[in-house]
């Protein structure tokens, strides 16, 4: 790589490293997950940076490898690891009342990987389901259905943030 | 307020409060790591100690850069005149057995074991060319073996979606040529001979090397015409600066076969060769290689600076990062005199807590090199782990205060982690301060026999080890990664 190159990846970096590291913990769930993956992500740029730079849109392109990485690293895990219990991060509801956001954290950590990634681009990024479907390398009916999907699991945490009894009630129901 | 609504702004919310700190350095370690990486090669040897040690490094997949100053070789240029280095007749002593190449060419690819071809178009396996497309690219004796490299079309390139190049990192995985060495006995028969390594990807227009560190046996594979300089091992001197020296040595045919002294450990990592072509630096590199499992390498001795831990079957993680250091060096065990500065327990998401070291290596010039482990057992006989960093320090900083951030996890998917600041400061070293950016003072923590573990979610910016009087004694900040090109 040649100086000039080097130079622009780190002004790069420098520009979109905070942003990367939000959506990359949005997607795994957790913040040593989501270092590793940009991490990764940026690591495959930079090996491919003049080319990338050159195309005008670098941006785009390490937020796709950042998606697909992270689907295709759950699939790989999926396949070959060992089976384990994932031990959620339950929120013991004697203790201290439930923080809203981090039922939204536990939901969105339990939906499968696409399925995440779709809700997370669609409506976090706010990209739209083409743009979303170029990101994770498929169809727009595709993203639909996993954005559907996605929200209807979703939608028993986005009731109002402050527990009802009614929705206290629900949430003991789950369990 | 919309369910869609109150979602966006309940993610964004989520990601800010989440997101991890970016790192200033990030450009620079990813630099590093790439260079790091294209010196790897995963051999077969690799493969099934794997199956015996699972080594994870989700959570230290990164660290520092360098900590020493190292000055680097000249920029690899990469818009030189390509030319593919494995193109022409068979190159070597044994080219003229038109028997012996033919015999070599229509030798399998796969071994008994070997993994089959995977379902998915990102993992489609190990290439293994018809026998049509194969050529013999070299054939010859080297050091107390006779080697061949047969190079044929990559049948294991992925496909479809897969085959994005922003996916790949391995940079030969979608070349259309792969590679095999094979080796056998001196003066062995073709059906001696049989395939090491991986066969893989390359990319044709590189050069390739390999070596063998129980023959000392390196064979570099370039153009014909091109000049093929070798330096064996960084020299690390007294004030820990790193620098290499590269020797020029006879390539004919565009091939260089070094015999140098065996150490029984990888040569591919201290060993490094670069490629000159019109006087521009084309590669710099180290060769890839193979190391016997079954040998039996002299394990580096420790003497321990404090009270050894319970022993725990994770200890053995400790010599292997010795072992790495010695290989990373390229120096012998008897020139290294390793200090265990402590070793214990830290905290970890699994049933039992993880075992930590933070060990110097003094070599000969002086210099020591600080370097960790953190593994755990997985039980069975199997253990994982990796590290918590390393540094270069100049002669005399032996006793230095350490500070380590240690990643654990359970070593499964979706393992959360744990992040433990091991301190070793000097014995009559009474508290420890951490500090931020800014120099802000986080916290103050005591020190028993010169040792803290504490939580750490964050990873401080420097520590300061502090005496019975308050006096600071020592200030430094987390290791980072020595990375030595």
């Known amino acids: ?175 | 307020m919309s369910t869609e609504t109150e979602l966006r702004d309940r993610l964004a919310r989520v990601a800010e409060r989440t997101a991890p700190p970016a790192d200033p350095y990030l450009a620079s370690r990813i630099a590093a790591r790439s260079r790091a990486q294209r010196r790897q090669r995963i051999g077969l040897t690799a493969l099934a100690a794997a199956v015996a040690a699972v080594v994870v490094a989700v959570p230290a997949v990164l660290s520092g850069p360098s900590a020493g100053p190292a000055p680097g070789p000249a920029a690899p240029r990469e818009d030189g005149a390509a030319v593919d280095v494995l193109a022409g007749p068979t190159r070597g002593p044994l080219a003229g057995d038109a028997a012996f190449v033919a015999a070599v060419r229509a030798l399998p690819w796969a071994r008994p074991g070997q993994p089959p071809p995977g379902d998915e178009p990102s993992s489609p396996g190990i290439p293994d060319p018809p026998v049509e497309t194969r050529r013999v690219v070299w054939a010859g004796d080297v050091a107390g073996a006779r080697w061949a490299l047969v190079a044929g079309e990559n049948t294991a390139r992925p496909r479809g979606a897969a085959a994005d190049p922003g996916l790949q990192t391995d940079l030969g995985a979608l070349s259309a040529t792969a590679v095999a060495w094979f080796v056998g006995p001196p003066g062995a028969a073709a059906e001696q001979m049989v395939v090491q390594d991986v066969p893989h990807g390359v990319d044709p227009t590189r050069p390739l090397g390999y070596s063998d560190a129980d023959t000392g046996a390196v064979v570099v594979i370039t153009a014909p015409g091109d000049v093929v300089e070798v330096s064996e091992r960084p020299q690390i001197a007294a004030d820990a600066t790193v620098t290499r020296t590269y020797t020029p040595v006879e390539a004919p045919e565009g091939v260089a076969v070094l015999a140098l002294a065996p150490t029984g450990v990888d040569l591919g990592r201290a060993l490094s060769y670069r490629v000159l072509r019109d006087g521009v630096v084309l590669t710099t590199t180290g060769p890839d290689g193979r190391a016997d499992p079954e040998d039996v390498v002299p394990l580096p001795t420790a003497t321990w600076a404090r009270a050894r831990p319970t022993p725990s079957p994770a200890d053995g993680m400790t010599t292997s990062m010795m072992q790495t250091v010695l290989s990373s060096t390229g120096l012998p065990a008897a020139e290294v005199a390793f200090t265990v500065l402590w070793s214990g327990d830290v905290p970890a998401p699994a049933p039992r807590p993880a075992r930590a070291a933070v060990f110097t290596a003094q070599l000969p010039s002086g210099a020591v090199w600080v370097g960790t482990s953190l593994a755990l057992d997985l039980g069975g006989g199997t253990v994982g782990g990796t590290e918590c960093g390393s540094a270069l320090r100049p002669a005399g900083e032996a006793t230095r205060t350490v500070a380590a951030v240690c990643a654990a996890t359970d070593m499964t998917a979706g393992s959360a982690t744990v992040r433990s600041l091991v301190v070793v400061g000097p014995a009559d070293a009474s508290a420890v301060r951490l500090l931020d950016d800014d120099g802000g003072v986080l916290a103050e923590h005591p020190l028993t026999d010169g040792i803290a573990v504490l939580d750490a979610p964050d990873r401080p910016a420097a520590v300061e080890t502090l005496g019975a009087g308050g006096q600071v004694l020592d200030r430094t900040g987390p290791l980072d990664r020595v990375v030595l090109d």
Not at chain 1, 42 to 49: A, C, M, V
Not at chain 1, 81 to 88: A, C, F, I, R, T
Request: aromatic residues 4%; charged residues 25%.
């Open chain 1, 1 to 175: 790589m040649r100086a000039e190159d080097s130079r622009g990846f780190e002004d790069f970096v420098s520009d979109v490293q905070p942003a990367l590291l939000r959506l990359a913990v949005l997607l795994t769930g957790d913040r040593g997950h989501a270092e590793d993956l940009v991490q990764t992500a940026l690591l495959k740029t930079y090996r491919h940076w003049p080319r990338v730079a050159a195309a005008g849109s670098p941006t785009a392109y390490v937020r796709r490898v950042l998606v697909t990485s992270h689907i295709s690293w759950r699939r790989r895990l999926m396949t070959t690891e060992q089976v384990v219990e994932s031990p959620p991060d339950r929120i013991d509801p004697g203790a201290v009342p439930p923080d809203p956001d981090e039922e939204l954290s536990a939901a969105l950590r339990s939906l499968p990987p696409r399925m995440r990634a779709a809700v997370v681009l669609r409506y976090y990024a706010d990209l739209s389901e083409q743009q979303t479907a170029e990101v994770m390398g498929c169809s727009a009916s595709t993203v639909n259905t996993q954005t559907t999907r996605g929200l209807a699991r979703l939608r028993a945490v986005l009731a109002p943030p402050l527990p009802s009894p009614a929705a206290a009630g629900h949430r003991e129901e789950r369990g």
